[in-house]
Each structure stands twice: as structure tokens, then as C-alpha cells.
């Protein structure tokens, strides 16, 4: 398995909050596995489909954390805090860095983006950040009490898919190594 391959794997770990066996890992030869695999790990055999039908939205969770979290700590009006507000507006100038340290530990996502990404165009809004943590984190958004259900499930692989390893168009069948090039 190469480089990018593990750091896939890493990331998938940390997302669901598991560990693969490398047996494992070296045995899931495409997404559709991949998915598969989490879904026997992940899911109980009793879930109804009633749970398939109403999807949780992780990254909207993700936007409330945000939003409540950036009302109380910079003191601004709920209002103020939508997925289209750019943080340059709402950080404070002269304790950006201060702010945006802060602010993610008020969020409590298992990863916080880097200081500086809010200014990458991926992260520049506020909406972006949560999208982001709802990709790499999913779990810090996730109920213990909630059981993931198969879309829930391919809707985060998708974005790491496209995080981890820039893969932006893929089918379930694609091979890694192969058809998508993930050496």
C-alpha cells in the first residue's frame, strides 16, 4: 500500500472514529469495499430503513456548532453568522489568529482548520469551515446515541475522497490503484 493509500486509510479512521487491520485495508480495493466494510462496522443488523430515510446532515450540524460557538465568543448577533458570511468579515483584525484558535476549540471538532485557511476559498466562509469538519470530522457531529446509515456513510467517503486524495468523479467499482491512480 502506498503513501497515499495509508494516509486514505488514516483519515477513514479518524473520520469514523475506528481501526482498519492493514489485513483489512489491503483487502478494500475500492470505494464501493470501502463503504461496504464501514457499513458491516458501523451499522447494527437491527437499523430499520426508517433511518435511511430521514439523512442526518453533518455539515449542518456542523454550521450550528459554528454559529453558536462564533456568537458567543466574538459577540456577534445570530444573524450575522450565515454559511455565506466570510470570516474576514467577522474575525476580529487585529486578533485573527487569537480568534480563529479560540473558536475552534469553542467548536470542538476533532480537527480545526490551520490558522490562515480562512483564507483558503475552500474554508473562507463560514459555511466552508463546516463542510470541511463535516468531511474530516463527521464523528464529532455524530450523536453516540445515532447509528450511521449506508448514505451518511458514502457521503463521507466521497469527501474524503476529494479531500485526502483530490478524486473529484469516481464509481463505487473503480479500482484505487488502477482506475484511480491512488498508489
Excluded at 54 to 80: D, H, N
Excluded at 130 to 144: D, G, Q, V
Aim: charged share 25%; proline share 6%.
Amino acid at each position: 500500500m502506498g503513501l497515499d493509500a495509508v494516509e486514505f486509510v488514516m483519515a477513514i479512521e479518524a473520520a469514523f472514529g475506528i481501526d482498519i487491520p492493514d489485513s483489512v485495508a489491503r483487502e478494500l480495493v475500492t470505494p464501493g469495499e470501502v463503504v461496504d466494510y464501514l457499513e458491516r462496522r458501523l451499522i447494527p443488523s437491527s437499523q430499520t430503513t426508517e433511518a435511511e430515510n430521514s439523512p442526518i446532515c453533518l455539515e449542518q450540524r456542523a454550521f450550528y456548532r459554528i454559529r453558536r460557538a462564533s456568537v458567543k465568543l466574538l459577540g456577534l448577533p445570530r444573524s450575522a453568522i450565515r454559511p455565506d458570511t466570510s470570516w474576514d468579515q467577522v474575525l476580529p483584525v487585529s486578533e485573527k489568529r487569537e480568534a480563529w484558535r479560540a473558536l475552534g476549540d469553542a467548536v470542538g471538532a476533532g480537527t480545526w482548520p490551520r490558522r490562515a485557511l480562512w483564507r483558503m476559498p475552500e474554508t473562507s466562509t463560514v459555511g466552508g469551515t463546516a463542510k470541511y469538519l463535516a468531511i474530516l470530522t463527521p464523528r464529532s457531529f455524530w450523536a453516540e446515541t445515532e447509528t450511521w446509515t449506508r448514505p451518511a456513510i458514502k457521503n463521507v467517503i466521497v469527501g474524503l475522497m476529494r479531500e485526502e486524495l483530490g478524486i473529484k468523479k469516481f464509481a463505487w467499482t473503480d479500482r484505487f490503484v488502477r482506475d484511480l491512480h491512488v498508489d
